[in-house]
């Protein structure tokens, strides 16, 4: 069951990053992330208010515990980790092709998995070695054919950022992991709802701060800000990628190393429409490097069978 979650959360999540690189074409960075905060806080607020008041009980899927401050400020860290992830991204996204940040995102897991060897003891087989191998494998041709287009990753800064933005980002999923698991297994032993449900909330206030301090004194002189309602869709494919993704590793077995690799397939969602819609160039190579992650979700998927 985790496993089905998992590559469901990876679809969603492919069109999250197609509506996030729709939204960010031509505007500010920072409106942007803060509507996303707002939008994704706003959907899980009812659950929040609804368990206070007693209308969601606490057999529910959408139950969220009234933790106190012992637990919250865990849940803060996981904003703070977050945001600073997706500041990176959205910048990274907004200048480079869609499919080439794509597959950069899927070797994320690689990152995980490592420290999932480490802190969590966990252990593949070689059926899921080989898949990490050739995701890797992937990675360095993408970044040949990345050259075709001009883009040397190593001088080019949005390169940079989308790299420190998975390096972030996995950070994140070993810390969700950590959020998740029961005291016992050493963990602290969180609500996935409420850990959802609150560190978007804290986001919306620190990239509030954000916009008034740095961004609205000098919104005159950079990029300016335009509605669009990919931004909306940014906010609600986000929040149930995330939510299937949560639901998956409270499941007992279940491997952030594998959960965290299969999300990673969003990245055929993301090339298709960089390919269809955003008419990205250098198509041709990239398509190998595609092909060579999806036979790498391949070998994980029987692996974990």
Same mark, same amino acid.
């Not at 990274?92 to 003891?121: D, E, S, W």
């Not at 429409?273 to 999806?294: H, P, Q, T, W, Y």
């Given at each position: ?6 590559? @469901? ?6 069109? !999250? ?28 607020? *009812? ?10 009980? #606490? &057999?529910? @899927?959408?139950?969220?515990? *009234? ?49 999932? =060897?480490?802190?969590?003891? #966990?252990? =593949?087989? %070689? ?9 890797? $494998? /992937? ?9 075709? #287009? ?16 998975? %390096?972030? /980002?996995?950070?994140?999923? @070993? ?8 005291? $016992? ?13 609150? !560190? ?23 990029? *300016?800000?335009?509605? &669009? ?6 906010? %609600?494919?986000?929040?149930?990628? &995330? ?5 998956? =590793?409270?499941? &007992? ?11 990673? /397939? ?16 250098? @198509? ?22």
């Amino acid at each position: 069951m985790w496993l089905a979650l998992a590559f @469901l959360s990876a679809c969603l999540l492919g069109f !999250y990053d197609v509506f996030k690189k729709k939204s960010l074409k031509g505007n500010a960075v920072i409106p942007v992330l803060l509507l996303n905060t707002l939008f994704s806080s706003l959907i899980f607020l *009812p659950c929040i208010i609804g368990s206070r008041q007693g209308w969601i009980g #606490e &057999d529910s @899927l959408f139950y969220t515990h *009234p933790y106190g401050w012992a637990e919250h400020r865990y849940i803060v860290l996981k904003s703070c980790i977050v945001l600073s992830s997706w500041l990176f991204a959205y910048f990274g996204l907004k200048n480079l092709p869609i499919t080439i940040v794509g597959p950069i995102n899927a070797t994320r897991p690689v990152m995980v998995l490592v420290g999932a =060897l480490t802190f969590f003891g #966990e252990r =593949l087989n %070689v059926w899921q070695w080989v898949g990490v191998i050739i995701a890797m $494998a /992937g990675l360095w041709m993408l970044s040949r054919s990345s050259k075709k #287009e001009g883009i040397d990753w190593g001088h080019n800064k949005w390169i940079v950022f989308v790299v420190l933005a998975n %390096v972030l /980002g996995a950070v994140s999923g @070993l810390y969700d992991k950590f959020l998740m698991a029961s005291p $016992a297994n050493h963990g602290v032993g969180l609500d996935t709802l409420a850990v959802q449900s609150w !560190y978007n909330i804290y986001q919306f206030f620190m990239m509030l701060a954000m916009l008034i301090l740095l961004w609205w004194p000098t919104h005159k002189k950079t990029t *300016p800000f335009h509605w &669009d309602w990919c931004i909306i869709l940014i906010s %609600v494919f986000l929040s149930a990628a &995330d939510f299937a993704y949560f639901y998956a =590793l409270g499941f &007992d077995g279940a491997m952030i190393s594998i959960v965290s690799m299969v999300r990673r /397939g969003s990245v055929v969602v993301s090339f298709l429409f960089g390919a269809l819609i955003f008419k990205e160039k250098n @198509l041709k190579s990239k398509v190998v490097d595609l092909l060579l992650v999806l036979l790498s979700m391949l070998f994980l998927f029987v692996g974990s069978r």
